[in-house]
């Protein structure tokens, strides 16, 4: 893959640096990285339950659109590929008109409750499931329904922004899972408290007697 900011820092952007000063910053910082994704990035991708997608209009509006499904339904075919199944939805075809013009999409990927963020660049492309079999298996995601489209993207660079400003927020999982230490130490703590008061009662009821 490339560097990022051989693709995304333009002439213009890098005027915007050299005013500020960072130029030279970012520079020696991205010549330093090595740009392909590793075990964690593999892991963050596949672990995502959402992200956002890009493109731009044959008109030239930009276009961003929500993806969504369970854990895992954004899949790393290999070094510099991800596919997603695309289902039956409101069909306006919005992102697949606009990739027929220009293939060229941008990704985010996010963990709210981390604060962690990360940007991909790629080249996408839609094409019918029932042409590709063996593709449409591996994209399928489980309680999802049938799939009608198949989205793979090729990955030119990616890039992880700043934790800076993030809010941190949790869906019903992460939720469930924070907080399912806290209601087993509760509902242990009241179960011991039924017990004894039993226990209390019992002894009152014999001396009343």
């Given amino acids: 893959m490339q560097r990022y900011d051989d693709i995304m820092f333009t002439s213009a952007v890098k005027a915007l640096q050299q005013v500020d000063g960072t130029a030279e910053t970012y520079a020696r910082s991205y010549g330093a990285r090595t740009h392909a994704l590793n075990e964690d990035e593999v892991a963050f991708i596949t672990s995502r339950t959402s992200f956002y997608m890009a493109t731009v209009s ?19 075919l290999d070094d510099h590929t991800l596919g997603f199944a695309d289902y039956r939805g409101n069909r306006q075809h919005i992102s697949e008109g606009n990739l027929a013009g220009d293939d060229r999409v ?42 009608e489209r198949l989205v793979t993207i090729s990955l030119d660079a990616f890039d992880w922004n700043c934790p800076q400003f993030i809010t941190p927020r949790f869906d019903t999982a992460e939720l469930t899972a924070l907080v399912a230490p806290e209601i087993e130490r509760l509902e242990t703590e009241n179960t011991r408290l039924v017990n004894e008061l039993a226990v209390l009662r019992a002894q009152l009821e014999r001396r009343e007697t």
Wanted: without cysteine.
């Fill in 58 to 76: 044959e008109t030239g509006w930009p276009y961003i659109q929500h993806r969504g499904g369970p854990a895992g339904f954004l899949k790393v």
């Fill in 106 to 147: 941008s990704l985010f990927l996010m963990d709210y409750p981390r604060k962690a963020r990360m940007k991909l660049q790629g080249r996408a492309r839609f094409e019918p499931a029932a042409g590709n079999p063996e593709l449409a298996a591996q994209l399928a995601a489980e309680g999802q329904g049938r799939v």
